[in-house]
């Protein structure tokens, strides 16, 4: 019997890919986080144990969601806080309020009442530090961004959770944790809008700034390698229409492919997700795809880019990248899995396994091209995953 | 330089990003006693107005255009006290905007385009900000007396609300034109939420805000 990761792998070149794996992009933002399939998947068990990294009962979520859904990968197996941090907080719940309690000895005992995430779950948000009135020279980048090594990360516990979902499944699923992809993680230290200019304003700044933050995710992945997990997945959000091809040649491209190049040389793929990339931005879309990254994912056609898959398939193949670069399906998270008929979504799913199957020869995972929203039910997220392997997979 | 050197000077400034020298030639349009509103109009309008072109046409990219617009509201801000004080009375704007991103969703930066460009093309606009929820949307437009109520969801977890900002105008019986933008809309999601309007891009925004003021 094949599993998970033997089909993840195949897919990725390791194996004759007789199936096409399913998977969920940001499985945790909507199912884990948002409090609709939190009840379908915790059983009982209070929100706030995310809150505070309650890692045995949260790897009991990640099992009853893995038995219900049955992805063939885990999706989030990523740094937490540190051993430390977790051991000097505890949430008190009252009738009032639910509290996060700072109980670091030594120190002034607090506490902040903390929130149910909302119904449509936690996005990744922008930060909320924004240092771009004090980095100004490259010292100042060396100054406020901090790189803590691998082993460092390792010792502060900071990989507990990732060690604890590489015991529980990684024998059977492949394994991916998150890493910050170089630019957006600039956007950490100065904002969004004043990063975005300094594209414009001050390039050189910024260079040294991505190739500082290039350095902390170069350490993320060794330390994700060293615990185990099978790949790395960066969401890289200066793409699109926001940069232009030449700017993140020239300030993108060499950090992120330093990244591209660790996760390689420490075993791991690297799977690559640039938002609003489609068609009318092919050139940049051929500019990512010469970094190499194990695998591509691109969001589903929304205003004002198309990026059907049978389009990708073909500009992966005139590049010569068939036999590289595994290429992700982008079903429609909201049109087709939320509020598409049962035969729209059949149709869709069939449609997008025959493109990687025949049109790019197997070397195809199928995801939805953003996460699954609050406001999918269950069973048609269930309806999705059977589609997925009734059309996609040829073993048992 | 002459008065044309100084007004065209504004709008090059703004297309080629140049804050600097945006600064530089207000200053002169308020030293030498230039009409500052043909300053505005035919420099930092059109300056703004061809950017907004070139973005649209994808000459250049969202860094270059949030650059040039900060120049034009560096510039803009610069000539509307002159403005104001010349003409002695407030400059009729040519319709009120309240402009917000819905509850639950905190991206910001297609919505503030959005206010360069209604701004400088003459419009009243009041920014509510991120995160708004319905009620907020109907407050502000109630104490501006807004004709236009414009509604940014980023994502395709937040755009329901844009539904429950159209509900909440209806049910409180007001005629507000209320357009929606953002990633994940589209024509067929303004018709299903009850939407006046959606725009594609800053200039159909413009557009579409100046004929839905044709229409009230």
């Given at each position: 019997m094949i599993t998970g990761k033997e089909r993840v792998l195949a897919a990725f070149?390791?194996?004759?890919?007789?199936d096409i794996p399913s998977v969920l992009c940001y499985?945790?933002?909507?199912?884990?986080?948002?409090p609709h399939f939190w009840n379908d998947f915790a059983e009982?068990?209070?929100?706030w144990i995310k809150e505070v990294w309650d890692i045995p009962k949260l790897l009991e979520v990640e099992e009853t969601m893995q038995s219900k859904l049955d992805t063939d990968w885990v999706w989030g197996a990523d740094i937490c806080p540190s051993r430390e941090w977790r051991k000097n907080h505890m949430v008190v719940p009252t009738s009032r309020a639910i509290y996060m309690r700072?109980?670091?000895?030594?120190a002034t005992v607090w506490q902040y009442i903390i929130e149910e995430p909302p119904p449509e779950g936690t996005h990744a948000t922008y930060p909320n530090v924004d240092l771009s009135g004090i980095i100004k020279t490259k010292e100042d980048v060396e100054k406020y961004v901090y790189v803590r090594k691998a082993e460092t990360i390792i010792e502060e516990g900071r990989t507990d959770w990732v060690e604890a979902v590489v015991k529980k499944f990684g024998d059977e699923k492949f394994i991916l944790s998150q890493i910050e992809a170089p630019l957006e993680a600039a956007c950490d230290f100065m904002g969004p809008i004043p990063s975005i200019k300094l594209f414009t304003k001050n390039p050189s700044l910024l260079k040294q700034l991505v190739d500082r933050t290039a350095d902390v995710t170069v350490e993320e992945i060794k330390a994700y390698a060293k615990m185990g997990v099978d790949g790395v997945w960066a969401w890289e959000w200066y793409t699109g229409e926001i940069i232009s091809p030449a700017q993140f040649e020239a300030i993108g491209k060499p950090a992120i492919e330093r990244c591209i190049r660790t996760a390689h040389q420490l075993g791991l793929k690297y799977i690559f997700y640039p938002t609003g990339v489609g068609k009318e931005w092919q050139v940049g879309f051929e500019n990512m795809l010469k970094m190499k990254p194990d695998g591509i994912h691109l969001e589903e056609s929304r205003k004002g880019f198309n990026s059907d898959v049978s389009w990708q398939a073909n500009v992966l193949k005139t590049q010569g990248l068939q036999d590289e670069i595994t290429l992700f399906g982008n079903v429609?998270?909201?049109?087709?899995?939320?509020?598409?008929t049962s035969e729209e979504l059949e149709r869709e799913v069939k449609r997008q396994i025959d493109v990687g199957r025949?049109?790019?020869?197997?070397r195809f995972v199928l995801d939805t091209g953003s996460p699954i929203t609050p406001e999918t039910s269950l069973e048609r997220l269930l309806e999705y995953m059977n589609l997925v392997r009734k059309h996609g997979r040829k073993t048992q | 330089m002459s008065t044309e050197e100084i007004i065209d000077g504004l709008r090059t400034a703004v297309v080629n990003y140049d804050e600097e020298r945006v600064k530089k030639l207000a200053s002169e349009v308020i030293e030498k006693g230039i009409d500052p509103l043909k300053a505005l109009q035919n420099g930092l309008i059109k300056g703004i107005n061809e950017i907004g072109e070139k973005f649209g046409a994808k000459e250049i990219f969202l860094s270059e255009l949030m650059v040039a617009a900060e120049a034009c509201l560096v510039g803009m801000d610069l000539l509307k006290p002159k403005i104001m004080k010349s003409r002695r009375t407030h400059v009729k704007p040519i319709g009120r905007v309240v402009l917000g991103t819905v509850y639950g969703d905190i991206h910001f930066i297609g919505k503030n385009l959005v206010a360069v460009m209604l701004e400088a093309n003459g419009f009243e606009v009041h920014d509510i900000g991120?995160?708004?929820?319905?009620e907020a949307f109907v407050d502000k437009a109630q104490e501006v007396g807004a004709d236009i109520v414009g509604a940014s969801a980023l994502t395709s977890t937040t755009r329901f609300e844009q539904q429950k900002i159209v509900k909440a105008f209806r049910a409180k019986g007001l005629k507000t034109k209320i357009i929606i933008g953002g990633a994940v809309v589209d024509a067929a999601w303004a018709e299903i939420v009850g939407a006046d309007g959606y725009a594609t891009d800053l200039q159909d925004a413009v557009i579409l805000a100046k004929q839905l003021m044709e229409q009230t």
């Open positions: 070149g390791e194996g004759s890919p007789e499985a945790h933002l909507a199912l884990w986080r948002g009982g068990k209070p929100w700072d109980i670091t000895p030594g429609d998270a909201i049109n087709i899995v939320q509020e598409g025949d049109e790019y020869y197997g | 991120e995160d708004q929820p319905a």
